[in-house]
């Protein structure tokens, strides 16, 4: 999925196989033909389970404490959002009632937690300790009273502005700061079950990806094809689904598009991006169709957009700049004549976050690091004529970047 230009901007059985080769297919491809509106598939493969291990977690902790002392960090406070599963495999409830997981520097971990939320937590000692109030209780003032002494708090990102302004007033000679600084280089980099939760999910919407070639569009709404696309991504196995994009002819000069109920007609080309998370790990893929054969302004810019992601990938190497990563992509829609017509960062990281760190963008200086998982996904956008994306999710390996999504890249022809 795409976004603006900046920096800080259930198992199922399995089913037909992916192709793995790469596609050296011609610039567009004629789908086969339609098939029924309601047909299911299964899913691909089934996916890892959500990580429980707690050796897992203990470390994660071990290395956030690493990281507080190098950041001078003496308390993270850790509410609602990806950080909070990322440490204890919990995933609290956005509610008015504060959950926050308080790590001191130097001393234990503990979840603080309403009394009625906490039989959904295993406890794990030698991670946490549970401690669950009462509603007549202040949530606030036990977690200050946690880390009271400590100048330098450093708060989670997604925690609600009235649990940060309150516990601003509980500790009035403490220092605040975002608990990113010390969250997410350590989320940055994925381990090996990680990164095969993120490689079970981009199959997963590969399979989509490849369904919707077979899919008829002509006479169909973009709303349609966005509830389509919303369905089977719960179907493949997602437990949620994050975003699916639905933008034709001239609406997809819109990166963000709403689907609406514009009618799709002969001539078309349909922009979809969609996604979800599976297992606690989130899916990101974009792919273009044309509805009928494409003119020749469409087939020249998805030419360069091909060559333009497949530069950006190749120099995805460990050691390398995400600016640098960015600049490849570009400098070939630039040399193209489509440089204005790129309106966004040539990608994103992800991870328990559909976006989160690092950003592929001009200015970010970041090296890749192995293990970095993030998308690929140049645009050209043309308004009042039409808009042309490609996205793939890549691992940044010590071998050379590997791509996690395999569906078929080409402009594919369909009815």
């Known amino acids: 999925m795409s976004s603006p230009r900046s920096a800080t901007s259930r198992p199922h059985s399995a089913s037909r196989t992916l192709r793995r080769d790469r596609w050296c297919a011609p610039a567009t491809t004629r789908s086969a033909p339609s098939i029924p509106l309601r047909r299911r598939w299964p899913a691909l493969l089934p996916a890892p389970e959500r990580v429980t291990d707690t050796a897992t977690f203990a470390a994660r902790l071990a290395r956030a404490r690493t990281r507080m002392q190098e950041e001078g960090v003496d308390a993270l406070l850790l509410s609602v959002g990806p950080d909070l599963p990322y440490f204890t495999g919990y995933e609290a409830m956005p509610l008015e ?21 906490a039989p959904r937590v295993e406890e794990r000692p030698e991670v946490f300790c549970v401690d669950a109030w009462d ?13 009271d002494g400590a100048r330098s708090v450093a708060v989670g990102d997604h925690t609600w502005a ?8 509980a500790l009035p000679r403490a220092q605040f700061c975002a608990a990113s600084h010390v969250t997410a280089p350590l ?9 095969e939760a993120l490689y079970a999910a981009a199959r997963s919407v590969d399979e989509i990806a490849i369904e919707m070639r077979e899919r008829p569009f002509a006479g169909r709404t973009e709303r349609e094809v966005h509830r ?10 997602h437990e949620r689904v994050n975003f699916a994009i639905v933008a034709t002819g001239p609406n997809a000069a819109s990166p ?79 040399g193209a004549g489509f440089g204005d017509a790129f309106v966004h960062r040539t990608g994103h990281g992800i991870g328990m976050e559909a976006h989160e760190d690092p950003y592929v963008v001009a200015g970010n200086t970041t090296e890749l690091v192995a293990g970095h998982a993030f998308s690929i996904e140049p645009g050209v956008y043309l308004p009042g004529r ?5 996205e793939d999710i890549v691992v940044a390996t010590a071998d050379g970047p590997r791509r996690l999504n395999d569906a078929p890249r080409d402009l594919a022809i369909v009815a």
């Not at 504060?98 to 009394?115: F, G, I, K, Q």
């Not at 009235?162 to 007033?169: D, E, G, N």
């Not at 989320?187 to 990164?195: L, S």
């Not at 609406?260 to 169709?289: E, N, P, Q, W």
């Open 187 to 195: 989320r940055a980099v994925k381990d090996a079950d990680e990164i």
């Open 228 to 237: 389509e696309l919303m369905e089977r991504i719960l179907d493949v196995g």
């Open 97 to 117: 009632r504060l959950t926050m997981l308080v790590v001191p520097r130097e001393s234990d971990a503990v979840l603080v937690v309403p009394r009625l939320e």
């Open 256 to 334: 963000h598009h709403d689907p609406a109920d514009r009618v799709i007609a002969k001539g078309d080309v349909v922009l979809c991006d969609f996604g979800g998370t599976m297992h606690g790990y989130c899916s990101d893929i974009t792919r273009m169709f044309a509805v009928g054969e494409p003119d020749a302004e469409v087939r020249d810019a998805y030419a360069a957009l091909r060559v333009a992601q497949e530069a950006g990938v190749q120099s995805a190497q460990v050691g390398a700049t995400y600016e640098a990563v960015d600049a490849a992509a570009r400098d070939v829609l630039v």
């Open 162 to 169: 009235r649990f940060v302004l309150a516990m601003q007033s």
């Open 386 to 390: 039409f808009g042309l994306r490609l």
């Open 135 to 147: 509603e007549v209780d202040d949530p606030v003032a036990r977690v200050a009273a946690l880390v």
